[in-house]
């Protein structure tokens, strides 16, 4: 038998991807990335590696199951899954799950970006890469995430936040919600569901009666909205890296031709390209890293981060959209491109988040682990 390459001092790592989410099939992409990346160069023998996926509707299965999505990378249908299928959700660990030492979680979006996995391994007392409860709550919640920039003093566009029971109370005529928003923020204006991504029920309003389908198509995902005045402005993001001292990359710059950055710009082939390092004066590029580690400081977010801006060329002004506390790791993704652009290579950068992982909750690294 050929003996096992991965020396026995490595620590075990767990990536664990897929989720119950509409980004799922990205997170599968994101996985894949990560996983190459730590069984590559030094990290071969830094680490012994552990897959875990969770399906759409949200089981867990083992690594020979993980492995194999992987390999196919798209999501498994449940004609592709072993028989019998438990009912869905989390009911127990799949075997090899117990050993793990890190969690690397690769998951985007609800159930995984939003603290509910953070809390599990939380509790297990088991190390994790990237922001605990908070700061992964507070970070997908469009709302909550205002606030608390809000709170830090941190520069946004004018925003109002709506319940989707408020929309009720107007469809029966009293249309106070709609004079409202048309007093605070004008037109255009994007309506937003709280707790989505990838710009999933997202629109942008012209009108009265825009705003009112926008609404409604956003109350029908989440029943917490936000809807901004909107802006024409450059799209600026920042990688923030660290535990407790945080590190900003260099910025990029998304371009496109699309009125504004929809899910088909998004995710079609040659609709968008980005810029790295981003073309904008080094004032603005150092006042955007001064606030990237200003905004994950405001949630409490840690490990890693993206952190996007909007920056208006006449007026100067730059204002932070929204912060992503588990950011896409595809290979055309932005979070690794900025690193690497700053000198950290993908190999190096796993590494340094699962150090970091291990590092905050206490954790000493062996010897045979320092790099
Ligand atoms: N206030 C705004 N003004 C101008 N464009 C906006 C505004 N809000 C959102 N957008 C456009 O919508 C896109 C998606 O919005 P965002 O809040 O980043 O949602 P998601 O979390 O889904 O990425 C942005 O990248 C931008 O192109
Ligand atoms: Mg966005």
New binding site residues.
């Given amino acids: 038998m050929p003996s096992d390459p991965v020396p026995p001092s490595a620590c075990h790592v767990g990536v664990v991807f897929g989720g119950a989410s509409g980004e799922h099939a990205v997170s599968i992409r994101s996985a894949n990335t990560v996983v190459a990346a730590l069984r590559q160069g030094a990290n071969a023998e830094r680490y012994r590696l552990s897959c875990f996926y969770i399906d759409r509707q949200g089981r867990w299965w083992p690594p020979a199951v993980a492995e194999a999505v992987l390999e196919r990378g798209v999501p498994a249908e449940p004609a592709d899954l072993p028989d019998p299928l438990a009912p869905g959700g989390f009911r127990g660990f799949p075997d090899g799950a117990l050993a793990v030492e890190v969690w690397f979680p690769v998951l985007h979006g609800p159930n995984g970006e939003d603290g509910t996995i953070q809390g599990l391994f939380s509790l297990m007392q088991v190390p994790y890469v990237g922001s605990g409860v908070l700061g992964s709550a507070v970070g997908m919640d469009?709302q909550a995430m205002k606030a608390a920039f809000a709170a830090a003093g941190l520069p946004q566009?004018a925003?109002a936040c709506v319940e989707a029971s408020e929309l009720a109370d107007d469809l029966n005529g009293s249309g106070a919600l709609l004079d409202r928003l048309e007093a605070e923020l004008g037109y255009p204006?994007?309506v937003?569901p709280a707790n989505?991504?990838?710009?999933?029920g997202?629109s942008?309003a012209s009108d009265r009666a825009g705003l009112l389908e926008g609404l409604r198509q956003a109350a029908a995902l989440d029943p917490r909205l936000v809807v901004?005045?909107?802006?024409?402005?450059r799209?600026l993001e920042c990688a923030v890296l660290g535990t407790t001292e945080l590190r900003a990359s260099v910025l990029g710059e998304?371009c496109f031709d699309a009125d504004?950055?929809?899910y088909t710009t998004k995710y079609s082939e040659g609709l968008s390209h980005t810029v790295i390092p981003a073309q904008v004066p080094a004032e603005l590029a150092e006042r955007a890293q001064v606030m990237a580690i200003a905004a994950c400081r405001a949630v409490g977010a840690s490990g890693l981060s993206r952190v996007?801006f909007?920056f208006d060329q006449g007026s100067g002004d730059l204002w932070l959209?929204?912060i992503?506390t588990l950011p896409g790791f595809t290979s055309q993704s932005m979070y690794p491109m900025l690193w690497e652009a700053s000198g950290l290579p993908l190999v190096e950068l796993v590494h340094d988040l699962v150090q970091g992982a291990r590092e905050s909750r206490g954790i000493p690294l062996s010897p045979n682990q320092v790099p």
């Avoid at 989505?196 to 999933?200: D, L």
């Avoid at 901004?228 to 402005?233: I, K, M, N, P, T």
């Fill in positions: 469009k566009v925003y204006c994007f937003k989505m991504g990838s710009s999933v997202i942008k901004e005045r909107g802006v024409s402005a799209e998304i504004w950055y929809d996007d909007f959209n929204e992503n």
